[in-house]
Nanobody, 119 residues
């Protein structure tokens, strides 16, 4: 189960930090990620943090957003700075979770947290 938090209303140029905590039977989290869905648009991948390798971002947030994770606490974050009105969306955390060793990874979604950036 994933629990996202940290959304809210912020003025353009401001910052927010989203958090996602995973709970339940967890052997490892292979991929930690954040998606967003703006009104009338499809859900898009914002940032991903694989267990091996470096984080990746969509072009529109590069240099402004940073994804980080604590694999001991099974928690990850999305630090968002220099926010723009176009960043307004519901943000969802996502993870590929392996519940036990040798078990396949399953995909999980958080409930979404609304980020509203006013101009």
């Amino acid at each position: 189960q994933l629990q996202a938090s940290g959304g809210g209303l912020v003025q353009a140029g401001g910052s927010l930090r989203l958090s996602c905590a995973a709970s339940g039977s967890i052997f490892s989290i292979n991929v930690m990620g954040w998606y967003r869905q703006a009104p009338g648009k499809e859900r898009e991948l914002v940032a991903v943090l694989p267990s091996a390798g470096s984080e990746r971002y969509i072009d529109s947030v590069k240099g402004r957003f940073t994804i980080s994770g604590d694999r001991v606490k099974n928690t990850w974050y999305l630090q968002m700075t220099s926010l723009k009105p176009d960043d307004t969306a519901v943000y969802y955390c996502n993870a590929g979770v392996q519940s036990q060793r040798f078990f396949p990874s399953r995909n999980y979604w958080g409930q979404g947290t609304l980020v509203t950036v006013s101009s």
